[in-house]
């Protein structure tokens, strides 16, 4: 499998390698290793994987969550996609905030894996990398309706940062929640373990599900459905307002007092499209994005200018030719 990187400035008008037909996953925190690990746990070519600048390096309290979201928000706003992940295994606000803005599938790596537990098992147990993170998925995991199905959290005593050297841990927890919880299966939870799964599942006679493998099966098959989200109610397309202070990006995706009446429904076509209308998003940094192009084993580097040069040479071709035909 060939994999383009691609470092630098990203223009969302320009960038065409995202399409309408790829799923978008977003990494909310800022570290590089946490996106390659994530990217190279995802199984299909048809996959973006992005991380943005803004934000804390990892993810571990509300308040990390909290700034992180502008970040993931502006990434989402900026690219195009069939279905969208934002790859931290939380209740992060950053799912339910853009299945407000887009009608295509968004999902994130809790409600995913726990859909999915749900499925091969009565209880589910899971194993994260610090105690902080207890209390927080356990919250989480009530408001998604999932606590009657969890045997129990269990954490390693760690940092995020330090989850690919966690594997001895993950092991003896799983199985102190499988004998002593009655768990099962097992969820990873943390994208950074994606990295350990099949090692992790070598010593255990459960289901072991990997969350950032979930998230992408779950997203692909609502895509495969042709389902998007509900406009009807809950996560109706936010009404207008100015923003102060922020990237003006965040302002495209409301709808406009005096493009639409905020309480007229809209149609597929117009919600489609609504977040994407108006060129007043901009360059970003994006520090890092994965996308596999074809088969092969080699990784090809490109710069901002060399990959950007080759598609506008090709668009200034094909429009010369359309001229011609003129």
Known sequence: MKRIVINGLLQRKSFSSTSSSSILVVNPNTSNSFTKVIRDSLPSKHVVCV???????????VYDEVLSTPGTMRVLLQHEYAGAIVACFSDHPAVEA??????????????SSCSTASFLGDRFGIVTTSKSWEPLLRKGIERLGFANRCAAIRSCDGRVEHAMKMEEELILLSERIIEKDGADLIILGCAGFAGLVNRVSAHLDVPIIEPVCAAYHVCQGLVNQNLSTSKRSLYAIPKFKNIKGMDHSFETAYIRREEKNCDAKLTDEEIDTRPFEADTVGNQNINRLYHDESDGDNTTVLSYDDYFNVHNDDDDRHSNTSNKKR
């Not at 991380?51 to 309290?61: A, H, R, V």
């Open 51 to 61: 991380q943005s600048e803004d934000g804390p390096e990892t993810i571990e309290t």
């Open 98 to 111: 853009a299945r407000e803005i887009s009608h295509k599938p968004i999902v994130g790596l809790l409600d």
